[in-house]
């Protein structure tokens, strides 16, 4: 399967500010380009163009460190004809848009 996927430069902006020696809120965007062409789209790899919004919080200790996390991506509507596709692969026709939501938490024990 050959998916002529071109070079992508991923940009990101996060701030963090700690609001006592253990609280940490901290914020975030980030830009995700699509690598893929029209005409290789695939139901298996559904790739687009991204923009994030992240949030969230982080509580460290000594022996434990604690952080939540959330991230919105708003996907860019995506509309393939069958001029992009071809007439051997009609696959993924169609106007497509996804978002995603990403809830995450990572505890960290030191002993």
Same mark, same amino acid.
């Given at each position: 399967?050959?998916?002529?996927?071109?070079?992508?430069?991923?940009?990101?902006?996060?701030?963090?500010?700690?609001?006592? !020696?253990?609280?940490? %809120?901290? +914020? =975030?965007?980030? *830009?995700?380009?699509?690598?893929?062409? #029209?005409? &290789?789209?695939?139901?298996?790899?559904?790739?687009?163009?991204?923009?994030?919004?992240?949030?969230?919080?982080?509580?460290?200790? !000594?022996?434990?460190? %604690?952080? +939540? =996390?959330?991230? *919105?991506?708003?996907?860019?509507?995506? #509309?393939? &004809?069958?001029?992009?596709?071809?007439?051997?692969?009609?696959?993924?026709?169609?106007?497509?848009?996804?978002?995603?939501?990403?809830?995450?938490?990572? %505890?960290?024990?030191?002993?």
């Amino acid at each position: 399967m050959v998916l002529d996927w071109k070079n992508c430069v991923q940009l990101r902006f996060e701030l963090e500010y700690k609001t006592s !020696e253990k609280f940490a %809120i901290r +914020a =975030g965007y980030y *830009y995700d380009p699509n690598p893929s062409p #029209k005409n &290789t789209r695939t139901i298996l790899l559904p790739e687009m163009t991204f923009n994030f919004v992240t949030f969230g919080i982080g509580y460290h200790t !000594e022996n434990v460190t %604690i952080d +939540a =996390g959330f991230e *919105y991506g708003m996907g860019k509507e995506l #509309k393939i &004809t069958s001029a992009d596709k071809g007439i051997d692969d009609p696959g993924m026709l169609g106007t497509h848009n996804l978002d995603i939501i990403v809830p995450n938490i990572a %505890i960290t024990f030191r002993f």
